[in-house]
């Protein structure tokens, strides 16, 4: 069946969370050189991802909610500017300790900025769309995985780290032009949309249980991401010249796989969640089986990357139609759940590296985040209902 076409307001979005999705990715690539001249060890310097994802988390809801009230085009444009003053500050600081404070700033910015961008999608698109338009904005983040991060690690490469955060602080300027031109206006004379209403909203039990399967996913996904390039240097054996190409494998597969949720998150979204979820967790745990082989990474790069942003992507779309009640809320606690992930994830990762283990482990530590997901709806479903019950479904 024919689906109708998304207002160009969409995708218009979407390139702006590209420039965003390059900023919370790119340091994957850059960990090693940022370590190096700041004279931080690695895992330290993996918290940078950690801190962007802590400023995400937080800054979701109570973004959110300062920028309930105001127009919409003033918003994104507003977090946009914050955004870009962040990566102009990071690029010319000698702190390690100031430059994880920019992190933290640019994801607040990049936090109101999703808010408010769902908030606006979900508004103009028809009620059974919500999946297919999400995915659009999740498509600029995969975008960023393929194009924005491995085009980071080359001009870290070329240039030093510091042109990655120059080249993103460019980036975002077309965006905010493009923002500031073809966002619509707010309708005069709408009723204010209640924070007090909405919050009530998003207390569903059933709510909360895929918001926790959202960060457990997204945590597993992260952790491995996050110490990609030496799991595939040091434990791979892969040249330190092809990190950006291998990236950019996982950001294909993840611009697959959040196709394959723009496909299927509005109609069948169980399926996904189940087999999905189930082949995610054995992925991880085959990957940490096999990191010493090069030519098992190649393969299982990408198809991991497929998997997490299929599971993920629904996950979101399934926040989405579980909090109806709470539009311009309810983008923000799943931006936050899956955040809380992204933080905690690498910080686990750290951990374990710290501890002795070897690089490898991270991916470990995915698998069992994953299997911990399952397990949780497993029990769920022995409860009662599951936590995509056909009712929400359009």
């Known amino acids: 069946m024919h689906q109708p076409s998304l207002p160009p307001v969409v995708p218009l979005l979407?390139?702006?969370?590209?420039?965003?999705?390059?900023?919370?990715?790119?340091?994957?690539?850059?960990?090693?050189?940022?370590?190096?001249?700041?004279?931080?060890?690695?895992?330290?310097?993996?918290?940078?991802?950690?801190?962007?994802?802590?400023?995400?988390?937080?800054?979701?809801?109570?973004?959110?909610?300062?920028?309930?009230?105001?127009?919409?085009?003033?918003?994104?444009?507003?977090?946009?500017?914050?955004?870009?003053?962040?990566?102009?500050?990071?690029?010319?600081?000698?702190?390690?300790?100031?430059?994880?404070?920019?992190?933290?700033?640019?994801?607040?910015?990049?936090?109101?900025?999703?808010?408010?961008?769902?908030?606006?999608?979900?508004?103009?698109?028809?009620?059974?769309?919500?999946?297919?338009?999400l995915a659009v904005l999740l498509a600029g983040t995969t975008i960023a995985c393929v194009a924005g991060v491995p085009g980071g690690a080359v001009l870290g490469g070329l240039w030093g780290w510091r042109s990655a955060f120059w080249a993103v602080a460019l980036l975002c300027i077309p965006a905010l032009v493009a923002v500031l031109t073809s966002v619509p206006r707010d309708h005069a004379g709408t009723t204010p949309p209640s924070a007090r209403g909405e919050l009530r909203a998003l207390r569903r039990p059933q709510l909360l249980v895929v918001l926790l399967l959202g960060a457990l996913v997204n945590g597993a996904t992260f952790c491995s991401f996050t110490f990609l390039a030496p799991v595939l240097t040091d434990v791979s054996g892969i040249a330190a010249g092809w990190v950006p190409a291998m990236l950019a494998l996982f950001g294909g597969g993840a611009f697959l796989g959040v196709r394959l949720a723009a496909r299927w998150s509005d109609t069948r979204p169980g399926p996904v969640l189940a087999l999905g979820g189930t082949v995610l967790a054995v992925g991880w745990a085959a990957f940490a089986l096999t990191a010493g082989n090069a030519v098992a990474a190649v393969v299982l790069v990408p198809l991991m990357g497929t998997l997490a942003f299929a599971v993920g992507g629904t996950l979101i779309a399934r926040v989405l139609y579980a909090a109806s009640g709470a539009p311009n809320l309810a983008g923000s606690f799943a931006t936050a759940s899956l955040n809380i992930g992204a933080a905690v994830g690498p910080w686990i990762g750290g951990i374990v590296i710290g501890a002795g283990l070897d690089l490898s482990s991270p991916l470990w530590v995915s698998a069992a985040l994953v299997a911990a997901a399952l397990a949780i709806v497993v029990l769920e479903r022995a409860a009662g209902p599951w936590v995509t019950p056909r009712t929400s479904c359009p």
């Not at 900025?113 to 508004?123: D, E, K, M, R």
Request: charged share 10%.
């Open 14 to 133: 979407g390139t702006a969370v590209f420039a965003q999705g390059t900023s919370e990715f790119m340091v994957a690539g850059l960990v090693p050189d940022i370590a190096s001249e700041m004279s931080v060890s690695i895992p330290a310097a993996g918290l940078l991802t950690s801190a962007f994802a802590v400023g995400m988390a937080v800054g979701a809801p109570l973004m959110a909610l300062l920028a309930m009230r105001w127009p919409r085009r003033l918003a994104l444009a507003a977090f946009l500017v914050a955004f870009v003053l962040a990566h102009v500050v990071a690029a010319l600081t000698g702190s390690f300790e100031v430059l994880v404070a920019t992190r933290v700033v640019g994801a607040l910015a990049n936090a109101g900025f999703l808010a408010v961008g769902l908030a606006t999608v979900t508004s103009i698109v028809p009620a059974d769309a919500k999946g297919r338009a």
